[in-house]
């Protein structure tokens, strides 16, 4: 049986790190994809791509690949996947799927009439360390789950021209950080009732800094978090449960170390979440299983939640004044 082919859409960071992850876990990436020739060459140099194409447009025209790793900025995933999905491609959409619901909402009815995968790229679910946690939760070694304290922040380029920080392109804490916090919210504890803002901060152009808020559950169970692109905070994570804690590592949506604690501070099992490379390798490995069994949505990260976690930032912007271009659209 062939293999499935790769391709990634953008030559950026994030898509060197895919690439990688690729190699070593032994997949094939068949071409690369960038509006700049030079810039696809020499990333398909560098990677090992069968091609490199010198528009989006050529990369999924090509016969070769079979699913399109869009890895654009924020502002761009809709559009790259729309292409992708328009020539029969399977997608997986780096995170955050989309700016706003309504472009996730639109990506889904798109893929759902093509008849193709599409998944939002956030890779931390699908680290073991990740896997461990939800079976210590399904086996009941937490208890009652209770709440989640986590935090991702970093302290990233304060020039207005970097993409963090330039409204078109979707720039902001919320939608490049926060979306992990929120989106394990989700894993654990499904969609909330409530969404609390409790502080936030934005920068000259308008995109946020910093943003502090609260998930409350129709049971009472409770997630804190806390995003921000100016400062670097511990990046650790805390799932609380009536009978013990689970305590994962910095940085904790990476592969990274868990400890489960008893409620008395006593460690009941300890797990090394440790694989090569940076750890995408697995959500590829969860696209290519839903394509070979005829799947069209993972049960892990599925493409209605990413659309429902799209809806929460939706609500976090709207109360703290964060508005993009392609909100109008």
């Known amino acids: 049986m062939r293999q499935l082919g790769w ?13 990688r992850d690729l190699a070593l876990d032994g997949h094939r990436l068949a071409a690369v994809g960038s509006r700049d020739p030079a810039k696809a060459r020499q990333f398909a140099d560098q990677f090992g791509a069968g091609r490199a194409h010198g528009s989006y447009e050529d990369l999924v025209a090509d016969p070769d690949v079979d699913v399109v790793y869009v890895a654009t900025p924020h502002s761009h995933h809709l559009a790259g996947a729309l292409a992708a999905i328009g020539a029969g491609k399977h997608v997986l959409v780096e995170k955050p799927l989309t700016i706003n619901a309504r472009e996730a909402r639109a990506l889904a009815a798109a893929a759902a009439q093509a008849g193709v995968v599409a998944m939002e790229a956030m890779w931390t679910r699908f680290l073991p360390h990740m896997a ?39 720039g902001g804490a919320l ?29 000259p152009a308008g995109t946020d800094r910093s943003v502090a808020g609260e998930l409350t559950y129709p049971g009472g169970a409770r997630a804190l978090w806390v995003t921000a692109s100016d400062t670097r905070g511990p990046n650790v994570a805390t799932v609380l449960g009536s009978r013990a804690q689970a305590n994962l590592a910095s940085v904790w949506y990476t592969a990274t170390e868990l400890r489960l604690v008893s409620t008395d501070g006593r460690e009941l099992e300890a797990f090394d979440g440790a694989v090569p490379g940076r750890g995408m390798q697995f959500q590829a490995r969860e696209v290519e299983r839903l394509v070979a069994g005829g799947l069209l949505t993972s049960e892990i990260m599925p493409l209605a939640e990413s659309i429902e976690i799209m809806a929460t930032m939706d609500q976090i912007r709207a109360e703290i004044g964060v508005v993009y271009p392609a909100d109008a659209a």
């Open 175 to 203: 939608l490049d950080l926060g979306v992990y916090p929120i989106s394990f919210a989700y894993d654990l504890f499904g969609p909330p009732a409530r969404v609390e803002v409790k502080s936030a901060s934005l920068g």
């Open 7 to 19: 391709g990634i859409m953008a030559t950026g960071g994030i898509a060197g790190q895919f690439a």
């Open 132 to 170: 461990k946690l939800r079976q210590w939760i399904a086996d009941g070694r937490l208890g009652d789950l209770e709440g989640l304290v986590v935090d991702h922040t970093q302290a990233l380029p304060e020039d207005p021209r970097h993409r963090i920080n330039d409204p078109a392109l979707g």
